[in-house]
């Protein structure tokens, strides 16, 4: 800005009146927020008598996503059958007691839905995309709820299609080990989770996939797909009530009641401080995954450690960088090249978790991104600050809401939080929650779970310069004097 002269005059006035603006910019940007958090729809829950639960929020949009989310996955598996719940998610639109794949193919595209499903540890979920005139309305034969109930329950796992999606699973897990970042985070839970099933891979061993026949998809199908471990989640332009309706005559014939009444229960997952390393010096470049134990879903703690992980944040080379980025790891990532990416996570499960990094680096820089890794994790156990937890809330609030755009991602929330916590958290609570974290509290979480804790690692790749485990455990914690 030119000149200078006193008063409030040309370029004094000017600035004067930008800076105005910039404050009624704030101030209006601040309201948005506020709006938009207090806007969101309101999540209304039912329960059907059979126990299956149905979790739906309207909005005005043209599209909406109805889907079934399940309470099982690979933990529910053991050494014998792990993989079989991926292996059942693949042969659930194979066809029915009275569809055709052919026929089920057809009937989706007709509505122009997107069918998809996917499998997780504790999870399997199945969903569609369509127009929204397509839930409530449309014949006995294409409607989303018809299909989606119709392959649930009568899936018919027909002998054929399971030797020929085993081939395709097969497969799949050849392409999945060239995903490394897939690998490493396996060898993560592997290491972490030893001798307990949530250290199983989700699509199980090699072996298992060889042999598992019918007899055991339907026996976990049964054992597992009850009406009391579903939510039935939508989203979009759909009403509550009308869902409802389709819910009791759709899926009424799901199974509520255990052979026995024997109760499947988790078996708890204990973690270890360990490490599991894969040299191979011809792969340009190294995976490292280092995780702490973390908070499990409901724990008060995970929003502490939330906030904690968006303050290491995440960086990546084709993203540039700059002298004042939101994360101090990624200005010195930059600034030193020590890495090609990283990604700081918060993974948590129903009665743990896993709180780390992966990064991506080339062989002779790894030991100083550790380095300034643990520097970072020890900071925000002794010495974080008012400001940096502040724009690090800000930064995590704008994420969550970017996260729920669209039908879909807004499903798998309902029917996530519903599954843990039996009740879908409003916006403007889970930014009140977040709010009401301060410095004070983020270090006493990161503390409890980061400081002078046994990490595990997992690591692949041109490794040797990787410092001996004590070495990394000595650094998780700082001399006091």
Sequence with gaps: WGGGGGGVGGDGAQALLESSLFQAKRCQSAVSYAQTTLNFPETRITTLENGLRVASEETDHPTCTVGVWIDAGSRYEN???NGVSNFLEHMIFKGTKTRSQSAL????????????????????????????KDLPKGTETSNLLTILGDVIQNSALADSEVERERQVILQEMQELEGSLEDVVFDYLHATAFQGTPLGHTIVGPTENVKHLGRKDLA????????????????????????????????????????????????????????????????????????????????DPDTIPLMIASTLIGNWDRTCGGGSN????????????????????????YSDTGLW???????????EDMLHFTQAEWMSLCTSVTESKVNRAKRTLKTNLIRQLEGTTPRSEDIARQVMNYRRHIPLAELDAMIDAVDAKTLQEACNKYIYDRCPAIAAIGPIEQLPDYNRIRSAMYWLRL
């Design 79 to 81: 050494q014998k059958n």
């Design 325 to 348: 980025p939101t994360s101090n790891l990624a200005r010195i990532s930059f600034e030193n090249q020590l890495c090609h990416s990283f990604q700081s996570f918060n993974m948590c």
């Design 356 to 366: 780390g990094i992966h990064m991506v680096c080339e062989g002779m820089t790894i």
């Design 219 to 298: 026996e976990f199908k049964n054992t597992h797909y009850k009406a009391p471990r579903m939510v039935l989640a939508a989203s979009g332009g759909i009403n509550h009530d009308e869902l409802v309706s389709l819910a009791k005559k759709e899926f009424s014939g799901l199974p509520f009641k255990y052979e026995a009444d024997a109760v499947p229960l988790l078996t708890p997952c204990r973690f270890t401080g360990s490490q599991i390393l894969v040299r191979d010096d011809d792969l340009p470049l190294a995976h490292i995954v280092m995780a702490v134990e973390g908070a499990r879903w409901s």
């Design 105 to 132: 193919e057809q009937e989706v595209e007709s509505l122009g839905a997107h069918l998809n499903a996917y499998t997780s540890r504790e999870n399997t979920a199945f969903y569609m995309k369509s127009l929204s």
